[in-house]
């Protein structure tokens, strides 16, 4: 069974706009890691949140925690065409040593 | 990401073949993990290795095989194909992060392979 749920399963917004993608998660975590896949594509890495963190930056990227809701967000500022993709949420649970991923959100931005 | 690679990238095959998907990696990590991916869905953990004598079951791991046959190569076999197998397969590696702190089990996926079973 899946770990993380993504919400929204599918997001479409203009170019220049902020998106916003949620994660929520069953289990306690060590972290919790946000991963991009363009279509039919590997996924690539954006950033991890740790478990004692509540906050994180890269670059438009912005992360937040929260471990009393078991939830976490995504948001991308100012959005590209570029940034048209899959997003997932991977929690690795206590002790478990490996990633457990959401269904992913289908961000979709339009020019 | 180059450093991860896989083999074939698009395979057709028919119910019943012996399948062979294999991954390379360059990046000098001790685990490695097989994952599949359905349309529309996230990817589920079918076989992951921690090192080359490790082999661990994943969440799906019925139907499928694998081989680690060296630090940097990780073999996925389906040993009898059938149709609910078409799906794309995605190698990953990840380093524990040494001595120095955490497990933080970044994963490095291959480009996947498409497999269709028909």
């Known amino acids: 069974s899946q770990q993380g749920e993504e919400d929204p399963q599918a997001l479409s917004i203009q170019e220049g706009e902020n998106a916003t993608m949620n994660c929520s998660y069953k289990t306690s975590i060590n972290n919790l890691q946000w991963y991009r896949q363009n279509s039919g594509r590997g996924l690539v890495h954006l ?24 939830s976490s967000s995504l948001l991308i500022t100012a959005s590209r065409a570029a940034d048209t993709a899959s997003y997932f949420c991977a929690t690795e649970p206590g002790g478990a040593q490996k990633l457990v991923f959401g269904q992913g959100t289908r961000l979709t931005i339009n020019p | 990401d180059a450093d991860v690679t896989q083999t074939p990238r698009n395979r057709i095959t028919k119910t019943g073949k012996r399948i062979m998907l294999e991954c390379s990696q360059t990046k000098g990590h ?14 589920r953990l079918i076989y ?66 498409r497999l269709t079973v028909l």
Not at chain 2, 30 to 43: E, K
Request: charged share 25%; hydrophobic share 30%.
């Open chain 1, 47 to 70: 950033i991890l949140i740790r478990s004692n963190e509540r906050e994180k930056h890269s670059g438009r990227l912005r992360v937040t925690l929260d471990t009393s809701k078991k």
């Open chain 2, 30 to 43: 001790d685990r490695m993990y097989w994952y599949r991916q359905d349309p529309g869905l996230g990817l």
């Open chain 2, 48 to 113: 992951y290795s921690f090192d080359v004598k490790d082999i661990n079951k994943g969440e799906i791991s019925d139907g499928y095989s694998v081989s680690r046959q060296a630090q940097a190569k990780f073999s996925l076999s389906l040993e009898s194909a059938i149709p609910n197998q078409t799906a794309l397969y995605f190698c990953a590696t990840s380093d524990p992060g040494g001595l120095a702190g955490p497990s933080t089990d970044t994963q490095y996926f291959g480009p996947g392979t």
